[in-house]
């Protein structure tokens, strides 16, 4: 099983990225998914989750409605389309199932900074 997140790096406040995380190993048709943070001294928390068609979808008041999870169960591939950024959104970001059945992947660290 391999969960590889891409998409991080440096933004200024207000500005928008995308994260992507590729799911390989298991099937990942069958799992809901989500995203999770750990920011700097604090526990890794869940952000967002999609359900297994994508029609329901759950966020944390701190990112709703600034964020964006989607999926694409053809290409076994998660988002996270982030807008309007800010310093407490500051972390490294991970994806895994929303039971958290597999290890870890590296994460993709995201800096919200001027």
């Known amino acids: 099983v391999q969960l590889v997140e891409s998409g991080g790096g440096l933004v200024q406040p207000g500005g928008s990225l995308r994260l992507s995380c590729a799911a390989s190993g298991f099937t990942f048709s069958a799992y809901y998914m989500s995203w999770y943070r750990r920011a700097p001294g604090k526990e890794r928390e869940v952000v967002a989750t999609?359900?297994?068609?994508?029609?329901?979808?759950w966020y944390a008041d701190s990112v709703k409605g600034r964020f964006t999870i989607s999926r694409d169960n053809a290409k076994s591939t998660v988002y996270l389309q982030m807008n309007s950024l800010k310093p407490e959104d500051t972390a490294v970001y991970y994806c895994n199932t929303r039971d958290l059945n597999y290890a870890w992947g590296q994460g993709t660290q995201v800096t919200v900074s001027s």
């Open positions: 999609i359900n297994l068609t994508g029609g329901t979808r």
